[in-house]
């Protein structure tokens, strides 16, 4: 079944007959009193985190779930949706596809007066990488609203087809909300960050940012190699690259100056320590770290990294969940000797000369010996961003220092690498023409050049991933639905208030991140503005 054989009614909305005129009531009346349905497609970590905060921190639920692996998906629905029950019709899917032909018959089924099953207002789609653009464009003529983790695609061309797909050219307007997990814009942290540079001026103008993010963790698992994935900047690190955008180019809050864009960007990296010419002479041959005669010595042992710093802490969650989803619950309901050995075996997995090319690239190989991996992603890599002077036009009654502000000439630097001892613990340094700021994951520490003083904020760590950042967007998601469904705020508008971005901001920053991987390769500095016309003209 295609969605050609579908009623163009909305796929939020049903029409209900009043005299001569449709008159268009929500789907799921009765979400306004129990709350919005929503599917996850990937029940995965990411897909764990998204159904965690929509539990524990809104009025929304979880009503269905999309995932190829059987026990992922028994495992997910127990914890989330069906409990101790079996699940119901409309619960428990193989794959998206499965979804969209179950969703166009209930809807056709819905219009003929069949409303056993209302329907999910939602979807987060937390799959791997490269399947993002296929589903977010098969699910696009639903109109249901969307969160993708990031990062949106894993090529430029898929970015521009989420886009074409959600906005069509021939209306130019979305029908229903999308996000994308650039979480770092949603945690207590950040946006502090964001109010003292913005909107109090603590610093003055901007004049330099220079921002790191420690990504050890690529270079073993799902992202290690850009020829079946993507570039480590893209993704590990595009949502850094939207933090700075989110900083240096988007007004202040309650502002509608059009965005500051960058002028050029360039970037240079490689792959300059994981590989087999720096292997230490005790690891001899061995591939795997449970079998290596080095592994006591060696800092970027597996053993070390995922069993005894964090699951013999009794932390299963992030990184160890990663290696295997299926740690946390072991650990959660047999205890520490359970998840143990699941986790020893995931990292004794090996290959070797005898094994299919398809099995090893398609394999996390957590285990594995970071200088005999086949990683080729960057483990060292510099992005710099410039701008020029950009003044509001002139309507007569500003000064240029007015015209300026915010849009004055300003760099940032992004720093992505694997060797610090902060791992995913972000850190960074703001120039301003009044003071500095100095941030890390826990503190924003505010330098006065006039008083010579510092002021030193701790701001709120709230519990989940990113300081926060999963549960904010999460609430922002729903907030933005509600807005929509509930209030009948306009979907631009509900994007606006409780988003905060735009789908095109977010194509915005993705392609910043396509523009700096060609600078890379290429050895150049790209144009900005040119290379961004290019792209957008059609």
Not at 32 to 46: E, N, Q, W, Y
Not at 346 to 352: F, M, S, T, W
Not at 406 to 419: D, E, P
Not at 504 to 509: A, K, M, P, Q
Request: hydrophobic residues 35%; contains cysteine; negative net charge.
């Amino acid at each position: 079944m295609t969605m050609d054989s579908v009623s163009p009614v909305s796929g939020r909305k049903r029409p209900v007959v009043n005299g001569n005129h449709k008159v268009f009531k929500t789907r799921n009346e009765s979400s306004i009193s129990t709350g919005l349905k929503l599917l996850v497609i990937g029940a995965g970590a990411r897909g764990n985190a998204y159904a965690q905060a929509v539990t524990c921190s809104t009025n929304a639920s979880i009503y269905a779930v999309a995932e190829p692996i059987q026990a992922k998906r028994d495992a997910f629905g127990r914890k989330y949706i069906w409990k101790d029950m079996r699940p119901a019709r409309g619960q428990s899917f193989s794959d998206w596809k499965e979804f969209l032909n179950y969703e166009v018959s209930r809807r056709n089924n819905y219009l003929e007066g069949d409303a056993d099953d209302p329907g999910v207002d939602g979807v987060f789609i937390c799959t791997l990488d490269t399947l993002h653009a296929e589903i977010i464009a098969g699910l696009a003529p639903l109109n249901l609203h969307l969160m993708s983790e990031k990062p949106l695609a894993t090529t430029l061309d898929d970015c521009l087809r989420i886009y074409r797909s959600l906005q069509p050219p021939q209306t130019g307007h979305a029908k229903a909300i999308f996000s994308i997990g650039h979480v770092l814009q949603y945690s207590p942290h950040n946006i502090l960050l964001r109010k003292l540079l913005l909107e109090d001026q603590a610093i003055g103008e901007i004049l330099s940012i220079e921002h790191t993010e420690p990504t050890l963790t690529v270079k073993r698992g799902n992202w290690r190699k850009e020829s079946t994935t993507a570039p480590s900047l893209l993704t590990k690190s595009c949502h850094d690259i939207d933090f700075l955008l989110w900083l240096l180019c988007s007004p202040s809050p309650g502002r509608n100056d059009p965005p500051h864009l960058p002028t050029d960007v360039t970037s240079l990296g490689s792959l300059k320590y994981f590989k087999h010419s720096r292997k230490p002479a005790l690891a001899g041959d061995a591939t795997n770290c449970l079998a290596c005669p080095a592994e006591r010595e060696c800092m970027y042992s597996a053993k070390k990294i995922y069993q005894e710093k964090f699951l013999a802490t009794g932390n299963a969650g992030w990184p160890v969940h990663i290696v295997d989803p299926e740690i946390e619950d072991l650990f959660g309901t047999k205890g520490m000797e359970w998840a143990a050995e699941r986790l020893q075996t995931r990292l004794a997995e090996d290959y070797n000369d005898s094994t299919p090319l398809e099995e090893v690239q398609n394999r996390p190989w957590f285990g594995r010996c970071v200088y005999e991996s086949d990683n080729d992603v960057c483990d060292d890599q510099i992005v710099t961003i410039s701008w020029d002077d950009d003044p509001l036009h002139d309507y007569g009654n500003l000064s240029m220092a007015q015209r300026l502000h915010g849009r004055g000439a300003k760099t940032a630097m992004f720093h992505m690498i694997a060797q610090t001892d902060k791992q995913c613990e972000r850190r960074g340094r703001v120039y301003g023409s009044k003071g500095e700021i100095e941030y890390d994951s826990k503190m924003i520490r505010v330098y006065d050049f006039a008083t010579s003083q510092s002021e030193v904020h701790y701001p709120h760590q709230p519990g989940g991933g990113h300081g926060g950042g999963d549960e904010g967007l999460t609430k922002q998601f729903i907030h933005a639905m509600e807005a929509v469904e509930h209030d009948a705020i306009d979907v631009e508008e509900a994007q606006r208030i409780h988003i905060g971005c735009s789908l095109e901001d977010v194509i915005r920053s993705h392609a910043m991140v396509f523009a700096a991987e060609e600078a890379r390769r290429k050895k150049t500095v790209i144009d900005w503005n040119k290379w961004w016309q290019e792209i957008w003209k059609d």
